[in-house]
């Protein structure tokens, strides 16, 4: 496909996941230099370190899931995982270590429940410092994608998922749409073709244009209905 290049870790080492942190920060230093428009990521499950720290250092996350329960359980595992990484690297630029402990020790007093409790206690205590890591957090806006919907109902979960998010952590999660389920994504991949090609004429094909065009512009507006 023309422009389009990947660079593949699957016949790699077997500790090529297992990064070390001088490593990890040569990977994205050059990751950066890459003669590219854009660069994706595609990172596996779960709440290691080193996923979270290439996801963090994203100009944009995406989270894809599906709607059911043990999807929706990670999801909301993992972002409040990527939550409290960026934290902490806050925690460590600006030294307010002492501070958060404090607080945390203190939590029941405090009425710190969730982590934007915390963010809200760190205001009160420190103005100034509360003030710069709520503009720092306000950056931490991962965005959502519906996968394998079958109904309306599973699209309205997205919209339920981002909604607990910013009540929870306080951060703007936005369903950027949805990927319908269809037999024709495991017949391409029987087929070794990836499901644009071999069938372009897939209503899938509509669903990943509109998820285009809201990361392209996002005032784009979400048409949620099926």
């Known amino acids: 496909i023309k ?18 942190h001088a490593q990890k920060q040569r990977f994205l230093s050059k990751l950066s230099n890459l003669e590219a ?7 596996g499950a779960g709440t290691t370190y080193n996923t979270l720290d290439f996801f963090l250092a994203a100009d944009l996350g995406i989270i894809t899931l599906v709607p059911e329960p043990t999807s929706i359980e990670n999801v909301y595992r993992f972002i409040k995982s990527a939550f409290y990484r960026k934290l902490k690297t806050l925690e460590s630029t600006m030294h307010i270590k002492k501070l958060i402990d404090s607080i945390m020790n203190q939590r029941v007093e405090n009425g710190v429940q969730t982590p934007l409790d915390l963010i809200n206690q760190i205001e009160i205590v420190e103005p100034v410092a509360g003030q710069k890591i709520r503009a720092e957090m306000m950056k931490f806006a991962p965005k959502l994608i519906m996968n ?10 997205g919209y339920a998922v981002g909604s607990v998010c910013r009540k929870y952590f306080g951060v703007d999660t936005e369903l950027l ?5 269809d037999n024709m994504v495991w017949q391409s991949v029987r087929k070794k073709t990836p499901l644009l090609i071999e069938f372009p004429n897939s ?9 285009f ?13 099926l």
């Open 177 to 181: 749409g949805y990927i319908e389920y």
């Open 148 to 157: 394998m919907v079958r109904s309306q109902t599973d699209v309205e979960l």
């Open 37 to 43: 428009d854009h660069v994706i990521l595609d990172l």
């Open 213 to 225: 065009k809201r990361l392209l512009d996002p005032d784009v507006k979400f048409i949620k209905e």
């Open 3 to 20: 422009n389009l290049g990947l660079i593949s870790g699957a016949q790699d080492i077997l500790d090529i996941a297992n990064l070390k």
């Open 203 to 211: 209503k899938l094909v509509s669903n990943f244009n509109k998820i």
